[in-house]
Nanobody, 121 residues
Framework: QVQLVESGGGLVQAGGSLRLSCAAS????????MGWFRQAPGKEHNFVAR???????YYADSVKGRFTISRNNAENTVYLQMNSLKPEDSAVYYCAAGGKGIYSDYDPDYWGQGTQVTVSS
């Protein structure tokens, strides 16, 4: 059974940083894309970042230059380094793996349970 388990969420002040981690188990994703989405209360589920099997990265315009996605295939893990956080970044962040698409059309096969990120002003 495939599982994606996120960690690293929490409460941070505006301008601060957090690093999210997502550990996959049940199969390896070294040959697949992995990514992050987020959902704020009352809002849609939105694409944040994606990293391809070769390491090519894609970001939503709203996080470009502030967030960095990376992966460690040996550990079957994907990360999201979030800097210069803003209150509007507050959301539940979901790890995703596999699937097709690149930006808003990225349609993963697997999802994590989510981790809360709250940015105070």
């Amino acid at each position: 059974q495939v599982q994606l388990v996120e960690s690293g969420g929490g409460l941070v002040q505006a301008g601060g940083s957090l690093r999210l981690s997502c550990a996959a188990s049940g199969r390896t994703f070294g040959g697949d894309a992995m990514g992050w989405f987020r959902q704020a209360p009352g809002k849609e589920h939105n694409f944040v970042a994606r990293i391809g099997r070769s390491g090519t990265t894609y970001y939503a315009d709203s996080v470009k230059g502030r967030f960095t996605i990376s992966r460690n295939n040996a550990e079957n893990t994907v990360y999201l380094q979030m800097n210069s956080l803003k209150p509007e970044d507050s959301a539940v962040y979901y790890c995703a793996a596999g699937g097709k698409g690149i930006y808003s059309d990225y349609d993963p096969d697997y999802w994590g349970q989510g981790t809360q990120v709250t940015v105070s002003s």
